[in-house]
């Protein structure tokens, strides 16, 4: 596709699993036959801009058996309305996998929902450009209307020139930043985030010992892994806490993910947000679920009974890179709490699962975040539907913060699925019913 250029009702900055959300939900509004004529047409002219060569969900933790954790009806439609084109039970019947499907246990497997995100992305209404890095969104000075526009400014990669569209609303699903702590800031490529995981594993000569930093699901998945794809490497997992904790998954704390809960989690002062959050934080974040925590438990016990143990663990340590030299990356491990001395290891390679973090104002909206009401821990102010509000009086700017609003909105609103239908449904309802007058979309050259 030609880049796309001009104006355009919405512009939709990444089109990972929360930009296709946001395809999906404006496509299947604009098939409502009580629509006007105008509110339909968004779908087909929103444009989609996307960094990656293709519509990939985590293509470099696409491991082998690893599962989702969310629950499948948790998907790009059914949440929002069950009689959507895009829901995962429509996916498994196009692909004639109903009876399969419904025969197997446990959640779908990684691979499955990865397809399945492609199937979705393909399908639905809309401009989308891949290779096309979002640098800037500006003010667009030249729009004298009562609304203010946006220019959306982006680079495309493959002809290496640089881009714009001007918009009246623009969404943000960037998703979630890779966190790598300043204590393994080097560059060497034996040092990587899990965020390159497949690529840097596979560009290496085979490792004799790796170090693993982390104790969350990622983590966990990366060291089994390792343990099959390295049998005879020494394997380091290094954690802050006691070991592996798991997932809270009690049922009654799951409604954190119930679409409800973000106005009243909204609703609290700053200081209050941030208690209820941290009671809920385990259900998601620095924890396994239990089949890893199983399968890890079983792996070093079997080192123990075979006195040959492979997985070695270092908990409540904290850890730095102290050189790296072409034999070895050198790693100080001391106690957490005392900062007494541990261990010196030398490994092949360094893998940081040490998470993500949600950007306080994403990278893109710097040059027009100076407008934006900020509350008293710095975030912006959003609505329950995650439009940021103005320093000018608090009205509407239109644009969305989309699964990149996770500590004014709730947990649930973090870059998961769990709401992603839900939010993309709010999202495109007030796209098409704003009234906003619908420039012509166009592509070019
Ligand atoms: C290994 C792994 C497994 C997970 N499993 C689950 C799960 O089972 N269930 C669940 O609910 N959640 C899971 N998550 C959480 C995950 O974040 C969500 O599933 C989902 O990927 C969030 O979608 P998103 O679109 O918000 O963010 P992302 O998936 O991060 O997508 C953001 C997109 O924006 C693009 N982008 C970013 N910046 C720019 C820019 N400047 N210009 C253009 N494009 C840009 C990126 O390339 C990317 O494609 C998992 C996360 C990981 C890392």
């Known amino acids: 596709m030609t880049a796309p250029e001009g104006t355009a009702p919405v512009v939709c900055i990444g089109y990972g699993p929360a930009g296709i959300g946001l395809a999906a939900a404006l496509t299947d509004l604009s098939y409502q036959p009580h629509r006007e004529p105008h509110e339909g047409g968004v779908a087909g002219q929103a444009v989609y801009l996307e960094r990656q060569a293709e519509a990939a969900w985590q293509p470099e933790l696409m491991i082998a058996g690893t599962d989702i954790q969310h629950h499948y009806l948790r998907d790009f439609g059914t949440p929002r309305d069950p009689h959507t084109r895009f829901g995962f039970v429509n996916y498994l019947h196009a692909k004639n996998r109903f009876y399969e499907f419904t025969a197997r246990s446990g959640y779908p497997e990684r691979v499955e929902w990865d397809d399945y995100c492609r199937w979705v992305a393909e399908r639905v209404d809309g401009l989308r450009h891949f290779g096309a890095t979002v640098r800037a969104v500006h003010r667009d000075t030249a729009a004298n209307g009562a609304r203010p526009a946006y220019r959306v400014e982006y680079r ?65 998945e990366i060291i089994l892994d390792l343990r099959q794809r390295f049998p005879d490497a020494a394997v380091h997992s290094i954690v802050r806490n006691n070991g592996f904790s798991m997932y809270d998954l009690g049922h009654f704390v799951n409604r954190a993910y119930w679409p409800h809960e973000r106005a009243a989690f909204a609703a609290y002062p700053a200081e209050i947000r941030a208690e209820v959050y941290a009671g809920q934080a385990r259900t998601n974040y620095a924890a396994v679920d239990p089949d890893v925590s199983t399968a890890l438990y079983n792996d070093w016990y079997r080192g123990r009974v075979l006195g040959a143990q492979r997985l070695h663990l270092h908990i409540r340590s904290a850890s730095r890179i102290i050189e790296t030299s072409p034999a070895a990356i050198t790693l100080d491990i001391t106690d957490r709490y005392t900062g007494g ?41 959003v609505d329950p539907i995650g439009q940021i509000r103005y320093l000018d009086g608090g009205h509407e700017s239109g644009i969305y913060l989309h699964g990149v609003a996770e500590r004014q909105l709730g947990i649930g609103s973090a870059a998961s699925f769990s709401l992603l239908a839900v939010r993309s449904g709010d999202i495109a309802e007030s796209l098409v019913t704003a009234t906003r007058p619908l420039p012509t979309a166009t592509a070019s050259a």
């Open 156 to 220: 495309d990669e493959a002809t290496r020139r640089d881009h714009s569209i001007v918009t009246p609303a623009v969404v943000v699903a960037t998703g979630y930043a890779p966190h790598i702590p300043a204590e393994f800031e080097v560059d060497d490529r034996r040092v990587f985030h899990s965020d390159r995981y497949l690529s840097g594993i596979t560009a290496l000569e085979p490792p004799r010992s790796i170090a693993v930093v982390g104790a969350a699901q990622t983590a966990g």
């Open 341 to 381: 001395h541990r261990d010196r290891i030398g490994v092949d390679a360094v893998i940081l699962c040490t998470g993500y973090v949600q950007p306080r104002i994403p990278e893109v909206l710097a040059p027009i975040a100076a407008g934006f009401a900020v509350d008293s821990d710095g975030e912006p102010v």
